[in-house]
């Protein structure tokens, strides 16, 4: 990877933008298969560069996602690709990147199964654990952060998250509860502080917490060489990191969407204000000169039908706003995925800079999201997953057919599905992908 310019703290955003896509854009930093690989990543690089610069591309870009489709088309189960068959599932994806060759790589979803029952995970079931073996993980919100406990979290967040949340989150940690509060006691380094550390729950749980972090090596590892092995076929990554909206972070992980909208009514400023403190703990995302400048952030409470206009002006915009400009500032480029439907949230995108960030829609009115963005802001999306699932080729071709007429026209729009493909089809993924690419040539 590349270093950071001596003069990058006086370089603008738009400056460092550039300076980052160029660098991922020539590919310059990775081991290429051949030549040949290299001519193609950077056509592939280009296409989605010009497209994210409003430009008009060669053709309009396909992006790859990836899902349980790519593991089982090839008979391997999701239980695979969290416990002990890593390798074959890498496997597949490769060979689901050389069957369909979308313009980016597939993302591969492998976890460490085992791990997380280690730590008495409770806020996911998974293939394996209280799933059957081919059903896609499903998230279980809990309240993890009681309605009272709003000023223990704004006081000292670091003290909440490891003397509350992961002992609740995690049933083998509970030991961690019995830690002293170190923003009063450390300071004086007293006999409480050094003893708290021979109690046996709480040397059990730091056991525990080492254990389950070297069941995750492998998986983690298959996972960055499966993705470094795609881009030295000549496909090129479209997302490096991930975040989340402080809302989301509060809604998602602490209080839960029930408690979280009742909170809305119950005590706002305590919502606001938490809301404010998790965007002041938000480090930027660290990615590396070289790699894709893109940050995936999926979005869950924002949409149209979680919270209305007002409550989404008063509670999820500001902070999430200033979150977006953050990474703008640093040459980043955030890509919300805009799950469930933004089409009455759209104009709110136009306060941010130009052609700074790709919005990722999956359920929003595409039309009506190139009438407000065209010429602001690149757009991706949203071929139904319920259409891949369970409709025709020919169903799939026009809808792509449509979404190519409308939103492709003067460029800034990426084709793909409006989520990961995991109730997929052969002939339907065939369909959206090689249909983009004879059809979605700019004329």
Not at 6 to 23: G, I, Q
Not at 296 to 301: A, E
Not at 304 to 312: C, E, G, N, V, Y
Request: aromatic fraction near 12%; include cysteine; charge should be negative.
């Amino acid at each position: 990877m590349m270093d950071k310019p001596e003069n990058w703290t006086s370089m603008t955003a738009e400056e460092k933008r550039s300076y980052r896509l160029d660098a991922w854009a020539s590919g310059d930093s990775i081991q290429f298969d051949s030549p040949e690989a290299k001519t193609r990543y950077r056509e592939r690089a280009k296409r989605f560069r010009d497209a994210l610069e409003l430009k008009t591309p060669d053709r309009v870009p396909i992006a790859g996602l990836g899902g349980a489709f790519v593991y089982r088309r090839v008979g391997i189960p999701q239980k695979a690709t969290m416990y002990d068959r890593w390798e074959e599932a890498a496997e597949a994806v490769i060979k689901f990147q050389n069957d369909f060759q979308p313009d980016s790589t597939a993302l591969s979803f492998m976890m460490a199964g085992a791990s997380m029952e280690f730590l008495g995970q409770t806020n996911m079931k998974w293939a394996g654990y209280g799933l059957p073996d081919d059903v896609q993980y499903q998230y279980v919100e809990q309240e993890y952060m009681k309605a009272d406990e709003y000023e223990h979290f704004l006081l000292d967040p670091s003290d909440f998250m490891l003397r509350r949340f992961m002992p609740r989150m995690y049933t083998s940690l509970k030991g961690l509860q019995k830690l002293p509060w170190f923003g009063r006691e450390a300071p004086q380094i007293g006999a409480r502080v050094i003893e708290a550390f021979m109690d046996p729950e709480v040397q059990e749980a730091i056991a525990i917490m080492k254990k389950a972090a070297e069941m995750s090596v492998t998986p983690k590892r298959i996972s960055m060489e499966t993705a470094n092995r795609m881009a030295s076929m000549g496909f090129p990554h479209l997302f490096t990191g991930f975040d989340s909206a402080p809302f989301d972070l509060l809604g998602d992980m602490l209080r839960g969407t029930r408690g979280v909208l009742t909170d809305l009514y119950r005590c706002p400023d305590r919502v606001i204000r938490t809301c404010e403190k998790i965007l002041e703990l938000s480090p930027v995302p660290d990615i590396p000169i070289g790699s894709a400048p893109l940050v995936m952030m999926p979005l869950h409470k924002g949409d149209d039908t979680h919270i209305s206009r007002k409550q989404f002006e008063k509670f999820y915009w500001p902070t999430f706003k200033q979150q977006l400009l953050t990474m703008i500032g640093e040459g980043l480029i955030p890509a919300p995925f805009a799950e469930g439907s933004y089409t009455h949230r759209l104009d709110y995108l136009l306060e941010l800079p130009k052609a700074s960030v790709l919005w990722f829609f999956d359920r929003t009115d595409m039309h009506r999201a190139k009438d407000v963005l065209g010429g602001h802001s690149p757009i991706m999306g949203n071929v139904p997953i319920s259409m891949i699932a369970t409709g025709t080729p020919e169903q799939v071709k026009a809808y792509c057919r449509d979404l190519i007429d409308y939103c492709g026209k003067g460029g800034g729009y990426i084709l793909c599905s409006g989520t990961q493909l995991d109730d997929a089809k052969e002939d339907t993924v065939r369909a959206m992908i090689d249909f983009t690419k004879e059809y979605g040539v700019y004329r």
